[in-house]
């Protein structure tokens, strides 16, 4: 890559009466959170640009494949590139979304994008609102948001027509979150209206399904489809357990059939695309296997996800989770956790460190309101539970701002036994971290009494605290 905010003007002055062979992306970070600007194909990064004095930045690419892409910079959004698109972006951190903005050629087709996330931003509580209408009032109302961006995205074809692959992004971006609406309401309407089951649905409810298309590779990487995707299987899974199964209806998503229902569903209906598949089933065991299920359905899941995920490009990452969330179990003695104190020394803990009960518990400083309510809460447990042991763990790795934190968090309570790690990947691995509401008790031999508890569900914290009293 050439880095010439210069070149880009001049490309998009002449683009106009010149045969186009390159593509441009250039823009302007106002408040940049970051040097770089990073722009990815694929999931797959292809480049990255820094911010010049200006904090503008710069791509050009070459051979461009035309498609879906997105840029990062902290935040991310998706983009439209093809060849001979000379894109200019403007936007503030501080209002990322809601300030972005494009102009040049290409423009038309990604304001559109950000005009339908922005749209659907604003619309999620009036269609949780009409979620709670009969079906046919739902539809009413749903149906003509779904109309009023086909307009817009007619009026824009007209003015300037959109190429085959542009116009089925631009239509996926509509049709994706519609969908997904759409298969949310019946639950969202039983829930608010506290029905016991969900609403008789009209006949031809479901006719929308026909324009699925469950190996797009054009959207495959894109989050409202693949979002789509997963809210998709997760309903053919619970109608068919729900008339199959005879358990109970409140907990059929717990169940390991529903679990490896949705595997079997994925392995017939996915039959092209083999990188959506894998994604998809991928989803399935980290949703199942984060589900604090006994040791014996994990292994029989992982089993099932072997015969219908089989070659699945996330197999060994699945594999090492499911064998950390084994050692996890209640019972178990918790693995040796290697961390770093406040002086810098290293410290391990393990069976022989322990001398009370124990609770662990984890904190981001980049998330104040989720750190300010760990911490009280935690404030209030050493209240109620003062012979409990409370160790914090920061998930940042820089280690000048984790002190800074803790000299303030100092002044609102102790900051005894805090600490953070110089191995984050093992880290988080062993101890299965994929919420920072988690906690870890054990008892003090370093048995795991809960391995998956949350410092949100107070019942459920409290019965673990007061079975490790017991012992």
């Not at 631009?170 to 519609?178: E, L, V």
């Amino acid at each position: 890559m050439k880095y010439s905010f210069l070149a880009f003007i001049i490309a998009l002055t002449y683009s106009c009466t010149d045969a186009p062979t390159k593509t441009y992306f250039a823009g302007e970070i106002v408040n940049p959170g970051s040097d770089y600007v990073h722009l990815y194909y694929d999931n797959s990064i292809i480049d990255s640009s820094k911010l010049d004095i200006n904090n503008r930045f710069f791509f050009e690419i070459d051979k461009v494949k035309e498609g879906l892409y997105h840029f990062d910079h902290n935040e991310y959004q998706y983009i439209i590139l093809e060849k001979g698109d000379s894109l200019l972006m403007r936007l503030n951190t501080l209002d990322f979304d809601e300030s972005l903005v494009y102009s040049g050629i290409g423009s038309e087709k990604n304001n559109f994008l950000i005009d339908m996330f922005l749209i659907y931003e604003d619309e999620e509580k009036a269609v949780n609102k009409f979620s709670e209408l009969p079906p046919s009032e739902f539809l009413k109302k749903i149906d003509s948001l779904k109309l009023m961006k086909e307009e817009l995205l007619n009026d824009i074809n007209i003015k300037q027509p959109l190429s085959v692959k542009a116009r089925h992004i631009a239509q996926g971006a509509i049709n994706y979150r519609y969908f997904t609406d759409m298969e949310e309401y019946p639950f969202i309407n039983k829930r608010r209206n506290g029905l016991k089951k969900a609403p008789e649905l009209p006949a031809s409810y479901y006719s929308f399904r026909s324009d699925v298309d469950y190996n797009d590779t054009l959207l495959m990487f894109y989050r409202p489809y693949f979002n789509y995707l997963v809210t998709h299987f997760n309903n053919l899974s619970y109608n068919h357990c729900k008339d199959e199964c005879n358990g109970d209806l409140n907990h059929i998503q717990r169940s390991l059939h529903y679990s490896t229902h949705k595997l079997e569903l994925i392995d017939s209906a996915v039959t092209k695309n083999k990188t959506i598949k894998d994604n998809l089933n991928r989803n399935v065991a980290y949703s199942y296997l984060l589900g604090g299920h006994s040791a014996e359905n994990n292994k029989k899941f992982i089993e099932a996800f072997h015969k219908h995920a089989k070659d699945n490009q996330h197999e060994e990452e699945i594999n090492t989770f499911y064998k950390n969330v084994q050692n996890l179990q209640k019972g178990l003695m918790l693995p040796p956790i290697h961390l770093v104190d406040m002086k810098g020394n290293k410290v391990t803990i393990d069976s022989s460190t322990y001398k009370k009960n124990t609770i662990f518990y984890f904190w981001n400083y980049n998330q104040k309101n989720h750190q300010a309510n760990v911490l009280t809460r935690i404030n209030r447990l050493k209240r109620d539970y003062p012979n409990y042991n409370y160790i914090g763990i920061n998930v940042n790795e820089d280690r000048n701002e984790w002190l800074k934190n803790l000299a303030h968090i100092s002044k609102t309570g102790d900051t005894l036994d805090q600490y953070q790690t110089d191995n984050m990947e093992e880290l988080l691995g062993t101890l299965v971290i994929k919420s920072l509401n988690k906690i870890i008790v054990v008892d003090k031999t370093g048995k795991i009494m809960d391995g998956f508890g949350d410092i949100y569900k107070h019942k459920n914290l409290e019965t673990s605290l007061s079975e490790s009293m017991k012992n």
